[in-house]
């Protein structure tokens, strides 16, 4: 099916109830697009179906249209589990491949999880490259890193309210009664070989955060090893902070990703504040979104690295 792309027509036409004709449904082509496409057929946390997988129709839009487009530059974020074969097939006749992997450590963001594939596509016609962007991107994240370390204690931003406020009427002074009778066993397990490795207490430990998604025997998903909060997922589950007896609000979870959610982060970004009180509305991001910060500088890289030419 994919190579059979080069050869589509994108229609053209459509009827539009608006003004009751046919209207143009592909205007001017862009100079430049940056995209995250959907990743769950090709994440290790799926049934990683890949091309058997429903997400392959938007993949093969995308690439129809910016093939037809000749869009000069495009920047495509995804799991390292994509495979690259299926962007070659996709893109390899009009576009050469720059593929970075990246971390929200290259940012300074130590105390986070998040690697992801970033693939730069230049246009083989209407692009010259100035720069190597791997290069280049390996120098800007040693310039950040001079300045940047954090640990998983520096996200926790949240006041009482909103963590009452996730919580609801439901909230006690004890968090732990909102469990589940699985994720209270997933603590005691993790609580168990937390003191096994480092012969103390867990609550001890201001950077000690587990995923109450997954059962920790099976998969031991916690920063207790990595010194990391584990990377977010789009279905949901609790990250549990042993000394602060309590989850991570959605909103401390964006600020693990570099969202300016505080007004000191968004004043050292020179950016608004990001202003995000739904909690439903912040988990559906955290768990879906790209780094913020590597959403930057990957662009920028891009941006930098090809002029258009044509």
Excluded at 62 to 69: N, W
Excluded at 118 to 142: G, N
Excluded at 188 to 203: F, G, L, N, V
Excluded at 270 to 278: A, F, T
Aim: with cysteine.
């Amino acid at each position: 099916m994919f190579k059979k792309v080069n050869n589509c027509k994108l229609k053209s036409h459509q009827w539009c109830l608006t003004h009751k004709r046919q209207c143009a449904l592909v205007g001017a082509g862009p100079d430049y697009n940056c995209a995250g496409l959907p990743c769950w057929d090709y994440s290790f946390a799926g049934k990683r179906l890949q091309e058997e997988g429903e997400t392959k129709r938007v993949f093969i839009a995308y690439a129809a249209y910016h093939c037809s487009q000749r869009t000069p530059l495009l920047v495509i974020e995804n799991v390292k589990g994509l495979r690259i074969e299926m962007i070659k097939w996709l893109f390899c006749l009009h576009y050469d491949i720059h593929i970075l992997v990246c971390g929200v450590e290259d940012q300074g963001h130590d105390g986070a999880s998040r690697d992801r594939l970033w693939i730069i596509l230049s246009h083989k016609e209407r692009t010259k490259q100035l720069f190597d962007p791997a290069e280049l991107y390996r120098m800007v994240c040693k310039s950040i890193r001079t300045y940047v370390c954090t640990k998983p204690a520096d996200y926790s931003i949240a006041p009482p309210v909103e963590i009452k406020n996730e919580a609801m009427h439901l909230a006690t002074d004890n968090y732990r009664t909102l469990l589940t009778g699985r994720e209270l066993q997933c603590l005691d397990d993790a609580e168990e070989e937390y003191r096994k490795i480092y012969q103390q207490s867990p609550e001890q430990d201001p950077d000690l955060v587990i995923y109450l998604g997954d059962t920790f025997c099976v998969r031991k998903t916690w920063s207790g090893t990595s010194r990391r909060i584990p990377t977010f997922r789009a279905g949901g589950g609790l990250m549990w902070w042993y000394a602060q007896n309590r989850w991570m609000t959605n909103r401390e979870r964006l600020s693990s990703l570099a969202f300016p959610v505080t007004s000191e982060v968004a004043s050292s970004m020179n950016v608004p504040q990001l202003p995000i009180r739904d909690h439903s509305r912040a988990s559906a991001i955290s768990g879906n979104s790209m780094c913020f910060a590597t959403a930057a500088i990957v662009q920028l890289v891009a941006l930098i690295c090809f002029q258009q030419t044509c």
